[in-house]
């Protein structure tokens, strides 16, 4: 069969992909054009994409014989499901691989944007730390302050476990009770979504993008917030109204934002890049060597189940009347 994989893989899993089907491989380390996405979907049965592709109506109509896309990441907000399952496309994710990497980086934002790390750095770099004293750069400290989490899935759980190393209370809002095995590893109290605002030191987003979480974090939300919290987005840009956070931080409403994600990404907000009191990442949540690796193998192995009529490990729309091994 044939396959278009619409970002650089490791060679490993090129050649995994290569050894059974005709591969159209992106040798760049940048998404393939819209066009040639376009182009070369219009004759393959299986689509290897990236989170920056949109596979949607458009892209469908083109691709007659396309029998499964793989997304190469846990979030699915690029894909149409539901029109794919009304066409019989199968869909995929990747989930679990990215959890640690994408905890971590949460941790390393609310620590960079609380102890001044990104400015401090800057200011040594320019040749401007000539002395010590007593009230340079002085942060926010982290331990003992209370980490509220929103969308208690497995990043928010990761994120929680790493709390109890600073003391920190945890709290979460999120759709569904957790499961008792899911609560293992942390101490946390589950509370509303306006008590978590008003509590949390630090609010922390780790929920999907979908219609109901869409600029969850509004305008009313970030009022809610105390003027001297954080808040920290390793989610999906359009989870937050990314205007609404501008004048947040500007007139002190909250003390500042950490985000690796953003509404309109790449582009950032009017004015966002100008504040001092946040730091921005360019969404490299799951971007360590470890994570990657086992993100694409995970996707393709994905892609090869579905092509070869078995259900794929993590299948979104796997039809309930088929069986596993059909
Ligand atoms: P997950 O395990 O599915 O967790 C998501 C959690 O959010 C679940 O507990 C879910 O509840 C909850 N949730 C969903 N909709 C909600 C709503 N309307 N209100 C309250 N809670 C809601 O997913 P994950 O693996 O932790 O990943 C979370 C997200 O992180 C992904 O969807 C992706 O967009 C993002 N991400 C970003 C990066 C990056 O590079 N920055 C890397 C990895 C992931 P239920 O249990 O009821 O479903």
């Given at each position: 069969m044939r396959i278009v994989v619409s970002g650089r893989l490791p060679d490993v899993v090129r050649e995994r992909l290569e050894a059974q089907h005709e591969v159209i491989l992106?040798?760049?380390?940048?998404?393939?054009?819209r066009a040639d996405l376009l182009d070369q979907v219009a004759n393959s049965d299986g689509l290897l994409c990236m989170i920056t592709d949109r596979v949607d109506a458009e892209l469908l109509d083109r691709?007659?014989?396309?029998k499964m896309v793989a997304n190469c990441?846990?979030?699915?907000?690029?894909?149409?499901v539901a029109d794919c399952s009304r066409r019989g496309i199968l869909v995929s994710n990747t989930p679990g691989v990215l959890t640690e990497a994408t905890a971590e980086l949460t941790w390393a934002l609310i620590l960079a944007i609380s102890r001044n790390v990104v400015s401090g750095d800057a200011y040594t770099r320019a040749g401007r730390f000539r002395f010590w004293a007593p009230l340079h750069f002085l942060g926010t400290e982290v331990s003992g302050k209370t980490l509220g989490i929103i969308g208690m899935g497995r990043i928010g759980r990761a994120v929680a476990r790493r709390a109890a190393g600073f003391q920190m209370p945890v709290c979460y809002y999120s759709r569904s009770p957790l499961p008792e095995d899911a609560a293992a590893g942390f101490e946390g109290e589950a509370v509303s979504f306006d008590a978590l605002l008003e509590r949390a030191d630090f609010v922390t987003l780790h929920l999907p993008l979908t219609r109901e979480t869409q600029?969850?974090?509004?305008a009313a939300a970030l009022a809610r917030m105390k003027s001297n919290a954080f808040l920290i987005n390793t989610a999906r840009g359009p989870v937050v109204d990314e205007t609404a956070l501008v004048g947040a931080l500007r007139s002190g409403q909250i003390a500042g934002a950490a985000l690796d994600v953003y509404e309109n990404e790449p582009a950032l907000a009017p004015g966002l890049a100008e504040l001092d009191n946040v730091v921005l990442l360019p969404?490299?949540?799951?971007?360590t060597w470890e994570t990657r690796t086992r993100m694409t193998a995970l996707a393709a192995e994905n892609l090869l189940a579905g092509l070869a009529g078995r259900q794929p490990p993590n299948c979104l729309n796997w039809p309930s009347s088929r069986s596993a091994d059909t």
């Amino acid at each position: 069969m044939r396959i278009v994989v619409s970002g650089r893989l490791p060679d490993v899993v090129r050649e995994r992909l290569e050894a059974q089907h005709e591969v159209i491989l992106n040798l760049h380390d940048a998404p393939m054009a819209r066009a040639d996405l376009l182009d070369q979907v219009a004759n393959s049965d299986g689509l290897l994409c990236m989170i920056t592709d949109r596979v949607d109506a458009e892209l469908l109509d083109r691709a007659p014989n396309l029998k499964m896309v793989a997304n190469c990441g846990v979030g699915y907000d690029n894909i149409d499901v539901a029109d794919c399952s009304r066409r019989g496309i199968l869909v995929s994710n990747t989930p679990g691989v990215l959890t640690e990497a994408t905890a971590e980086l949460t941790w390393a934002l609310i620590l960079a944007i609380s102890r001044n790390v990104v400015s401090g750095d800057a200011y040594t770099r320019a040749g401007r730390f000539r002395f010590w004293a007593p009230l340079h750069f002085l942060g926010t400290e982290v331990s003992g302050k209370t980490l509220g989490i929103i969308g208690m899935g497995r990043i928010g759980r990761a994120v929680a476990r790493r709390a109890a190393g600073f003391q920190m209370p945890v709290c979460y809002y999120s759709r569904s009770p957790l499961p008792e095995d899911a609560a293992a590893g942390f101490e946390g109290e589950a509370v509303s979504f306006d008590a978590l605002l008003e509590r949390a030191d630090f609010v922390t987003l780790h929920l999907p993008l979908t219609r109901e979480t869409q600029h969850l974090i509004d305008a009313a939300a970030l009022a809610r917030m105390k003027s001297n919290a954080f808040l920290i987005n390793t989610a999906r840009g359009p989870v937050v109204d990314e205007t609404a956070l501008v004048g947040a931080l500007r007139s002190g409403q909250i003390a500042g934002a950490a985000l690796d994600v953003y509404e309109n990404e790449p582009a950032l907000a009017p004015g966002l890049a100008e504040l001092d009191n946040v730091v921005l990442l360019p969404h490299m949540g799951s971007a360590t060597w470890e994570t990657r690796t086992r993100m694409t193998a995970l996707a393709a192995e994905n892609l090869l189940a579905g092509l070869a009529g078995r259900q794929p490990p993590n299948c979104l729309n796997w039809p309930s009347s088929r069986s596993a091994d059909t």
